[in-house]
């Protein structure tokens, strides 16, 4: 089972059925990640965040990334909900799953799948403080640094 939804929902709820479904025979390993928005970015108190995306271009780019994380590792698995619209600070934002026959694949597995998502997906995030400004949000030079440590040369 490999696929990627984006919603607006929550999907807390969906998190039991999913780490049912994730799991098969001989798997020994299944490893979650779930982002929560967080109350701030650097030093300004953050309100809420607004995600944007590109319908269908968005969803071929993860799975893109699924691939990538399958050539890499041995994985049953691997399962993306990303969410979009209004999230308030405190909500979740990212569900990674993935599952696999040994720990190290799985934990391995997911830390790219995130690496991924935070420099290749195309989300747009901008940011809403408390005192009433906004920003776009830029890609970080620490998330890219977290991505060079799985490219091959």
């Keep these: 089972m490999f696929w990627v939804k984006i919603q607006k929902a929550s999907f807390d709820d969906e998190i039991p059925k999913l780490d049912q479904q994730i799991q098969q025979n001989n798997c020994g390993a299944l490893v979650s990640f779930k982002g929560?928005?967080?109350?701030?970015?650097?030093?300004?108190?953050?309100?809420?965040?607004?995600?944007?995306?590109?319908?269908?271009?968005?969803?071929?780019?993860?799975?893109?990334?699924?691939?990538?994380a399958q050539e890499y590792w041995t994985i049953h698995s691997a399962i993306v909900i990303h969410r979009i619209g209004k999230l308030n600070v405190g909500e979740n934002i990212v569900l990674v799953m993935v599952s696999a026959s040994h720990r190290k694949a799985a934990f391995e597995a997911s830390q790219f799948i995130m690496d991924y998502l935070k420099t290749e997906a195309p989300f747009w995030k901008k940011e809403f403080f408390q005192d009433g400004t906004s920003r776009w949000v830029k890609a970080k030079e620490t998330d890219i640094e977290q991505k060079k440590r799985w490219q091959v040369s």
Excluded: A, N
Excluded at 47 to 55: A, C, I, K, Q, R
């Design 36 to 68: 929560i928005v967080r109350g701030y970015d650097e030093q300004e108190p953050l309100s809420y965040l607004y995600l944007e995306h590109f319908p269908e271009v968005t969803e071929q780019e993860i799975k893109r990334i699924l691939q990538g």
